[in-house]
C-alpha cells in the first residue's frame, strides 16, 4: 500500500536513511517509490496502517505519514487518481467526523483559494460534521510548488495515519540542558543519529567519545541502556552539581545510563566479545578537540620514577598522550565494532570532510562492517558524513575480503590526519 | 562501575589481552553502594547470554555478595510462566535479583586488579579509569 510521508524541509540528506532505518527497527520492508531532497514529500509503500504509524511514531526528520488516496500534476489528474484508488473505501467514512488540512511547499494560498480546494474534493460522499479538534479522519492536500511559481507543480491528498515526534525535538534542546561542552551535537541530529543506530528497549549502546554524552542521552531517550568512555575522565564527572548523569536526570532517564569510565579507545578494557547492540559516536576530528591517544610522542618509554616511586602510582598522575591519526582512529572503531556487535548491530559515525572533491577521505572499510547509509550535513567549506555500518552476521563475512583487509593493515596506521591539515588550510588545494 | 560492565572489561594492556587471567579483574577495598535504574527484564534477557557467568560468581565471591546459582539462568527463569497469552509475563524474583545485582550494584570506591600483570585500575565515584601510563601502552 502507498503511502505519503510529509517530513521537515530540513537535514534533507538524512530523511531517507532514517526512514529505512525505522522500518529496519520494526522489522518491516519499506520501498521508496519517489523521493528528492528538493521536496518535503515522499511516496513510500508500506504493509499496513499499523507499520506506517510505527514507522512515524519514532521519526525525527518526518512531520507526519498519510494513506495515500491520490496524486496528479494538476487537481484534475489528482481527483481522476484518487476516483480510482480509493472509491472502494469512500463510505466507510460516511458518517465520520472529518477535517481537510491544506500544505503548502514554496507558495502560500489565501483563505479563499484553501476552501476553493477542499469544495473541490466535495463529490466524496461525507455526511459527518466538519470538525477541526480531534475528527474521526483527517485528510491533508499537499501542494508542491517550484520556486517563484503560481501553480503547483504536484499535488497529493491523503488520509492521515499518524504523526511523528518532532516535538521531542525541544525536549532535548541543547540550550536547555544543563551541561553541554562546545562540541556536543544539536539534539535534532543526536536523535536522527540514535534513530540510524536503531536505538530501542532492551538494547546496549556505547559511545567511547562521550564528552557531555549527547548520543546516549538520545538514545536513552528511545529505551536503550547506556555506557560512555572518554580519554578525559573530566568531562564524565563534571564540575559541581553538572555532570554526565544530571543530564539524564534533568530528563528522568538516569535508571538507563549503565556507566561512565575513562579509558582510551586505541587501549580499551572491553573485552573482545559481542555484547554491544549498538556504537555511536563523533571521534574528535583533533580541529575544535585534540585526537590523542595513550601514549608518549618519544615513542616507547621506560617507566618513571619520582622519589623511588613509580610516578604512574601516584593520586596526581595524568598519563601522557601522543598525537594520532584520524584515518588510524575511524580503522579502529570499525575494528573495535566488527569484535563486540552481535549481528545486524550497527556503527554509527560522524566524520568530517572537505568539500573540494579532491581532498575527499574515502570511507572507512572494515571486511565484517556492511556500509548502509551515508547523510551528508554540509557547511561552508567542510562537510561531514553520518555513516551507519551494519555488524554482517559472521556467515555473510567475506573471507577474500578479511584477508585483503589484514594484507594492508600495516599501511595506514601512521598516516596523518588529512582533514585537520586541510582544514587549517582554509581549504585551499 | 556497576558489575555487568565489570563483566565486559579486562585487563586494558595489550600484553593482558591475550591471558586467560586478565579477566575478570579483582576489584581490591571495594565501597559498594546501590545506584537505582529501571527495572527492564527484557534487557536482562538479552544480557543473559552476554555474560560470563563464572566471572560474575567469582567477583560476587570476592565482595562477599550472596552466592550465585552455579549456571546461568535460562531466559524462562526471568518471567512467570502459566496464564498462556492474556497478560504479559510477570517478571520473576530471579529477574529482579539478577537487575539488583547487575545494574545497581556499583563500586563507588576502589581498586580493579588485573592478576596477570598486577596492575591496579583506580576507581573514584563510580567511575573506573583505565588510562595506562606510556610504558605500559
Known amino acids: 500500500m502507498e503511502y505519503l510521508i510529509r517530513s521537515a524541509q530540513q537535514h534533507e540528506d538524512f530523511r531517507e536513511a532514517e526512514i529505512k532505518a525505522l522500518a529496519t527497527l520494526h522489522g518491516f520492508d519499506v520501498e521508496i517509490l519517489s523521493y528528492s531532497n528538493e521536496s518535503p514529500y515522499c511516496v513510500v509503500r508500506l504493509p499496513s496502517d499499523d507499520a506506517a504509524k510505527l514507522l512515524i511514531e519514532r521519526s525525527i526528520l518526518a512531520c507526519a505519514i498519510y494513506r495515500l488516496w491520490g496524486q496528479g500534476s494538476d487537481y484534475d489528474s489528482l481527483h481522476e487518481d484518487l476516483r480510482s484508488r480509493t472509491e472502494s473505501e469512500w463510505s466507510k467514512y460516511k458518517v465520520s467526523s472529518f477535517w481537510f488540512q491544506i500544505k503548502t511547499f514554496q507558495s502560500k494560498r489565501s483563505a479563499t483559494a484553501r476552501q476553493d480546494i477542499v469544495e473541490s474534493f466535495s463529490y466524496l460522499p461525507f455526511d459527518g460534521p466538519i470538525t477541526p479538534q480531534n475528527p474521526d479522519v483527517e485528510f491533508c492536500v499537499c501542494e508542491y510548488f517550484d520556486k517563484g511559481t503560481l501553480t503547483p507543480k504536484q499535488i497529493y491528498m491523503g488520509r492521515l495515519i499518524g504523526n511523528s515526534c518532532r516535538d521531542v525535538i525541544n525536549v532535548y534542546d541543547l540550550k536547555k540542558r544543563s551541561y553541554i561542552s562546545t562540541t556536543s551535537m544539536d539534539a535534532e541530529l543526536a536523535l536522527v543519529t540514535a534513530n540510524l543506530a536503531l536505538a530501542g528497549p532492551n538494547k546496549l549502546m556505547y559511545d567511547p567519545f562521550v564528552g557531555t554524552a549527547g548520543f546516549p542521552i538520545a538514545c536513552a531517550h528511545f529505551g536503550c541502556i547506556v555506557l560512555g568512555s572518554d580519554i578525559d575522565g573530566r568531562c564524565i564527572r563534571g564540575k559541581g552539581e553538572k555532570d554526565v548523569l544530571s543530564n539524564f536526570r534533568q530528563y528522568g532517564i538516569a535508571g538507563r545510563w549503565l556507566d561512565g569510565f575513562t579509558a582510551d579507545l586505541t587501549n580499551t578494557p572491553l573485552r573482545k566479545r559481542r555484547f554491544l547492540d549498538a556504537i555511536v559516536c563523533d571521534p574528535p576530528y583533533g580541529v575544535r578537540e585534540g585526537l590523542k591517544v595513550l601514549g608518549s610522542k618519544r615513542g616507547p618509554v621506560e617507566e618513571v620514577y619520582i622519589d623511588g616511586k613509580s610516578a604512574y602510582k601516584q593520586a596526581d598522575y595524568v598519563p601522557p598522550k601522543k598525537q594520532y591519526s584520524f584515518t588510524a582512529m575511524l580503522r579502529d572503531i570499525l575494528q573495535f565494532g566488527a569484535d563486540t556487535l552481535v549481528d545486524n548491530g550497527r556503527v554509527v559515525l560522524w566524520m568530517p570532510t572537505a568539500n573540494d572533491a579532491d581532498v575527499e577521505l574515502p570511507f572507512p572499510q572494515n571486511p565484517y562492517l556492511e556500509l548502509v547509509s551515508v547523510s551528508v550535513q554540509e557547511f561552508n567549506k567542510w562537510s561531514r558524513r553520518l555513516l551507519v555500518y551494519r555488524r554482517l552476521p559472521s556467515v555473510e563475512v567475506d573471507a577474500a575480503a578479511i584477508s585483503a583487509y589484514n594484507h594492508q593493515a600495516g599501511h595506514t596506521a601512521d598516516e596523518l590526519n588529512d582533514f585537520r591539515r586541510k582544514y587549517f588550510q582554509g581549504f585551499k588545494s | ?137
Open chain 2, 1 to 137: 562501575m556497576k558489575l555487568l560492565t565489570l563483566n565486559f572489561v579486562s585487563c586494558a594492556r595489550k600484553a593482558c589481552k591475550s591471558s586467560t587471567s586478565s579477566f575478570p579483574l579483582h576489584p581490591r577495598d571495594a565501597e559498594l553502594e546501590l545506584v537505582e535504574m529501571e527495572f527492564n527484564p527484557q534487557f536482562l534477557q538479552n544480557m543473559l547470554p552476554k555474560l560470563e557467568w563464572e566471572a560474575l560468581q567469582i567477583i560476587c565471591n570476592e565482595l562477599a555478595l550472596p552466592t550465585l546459582p552455579s549456571s546461568t539462568p535460562a531466559a524462562s527463569d526471568l518471567f512467570e510462566s502459566g496464564g498462556e497469552g492474556s497478560s504479559p509475563a510477570q517478571p520473576t524474583q530471579v529477574a529482579r535479583d539478577l537487575h539488583k545485582l547487575l545494574l545497581e550494584t556499583t563500586i563507588r570506591e576502589g581498586l580493579l586488579v588485573c592478576s596477570n600483570c598486577g596492575h591496579e585500575y583506580a576507581i573514584k565515584e563510580g567511575i573506573a579509569n583505565f588510562l595506562l601510563p606510556p610504558h605500559l601502552v
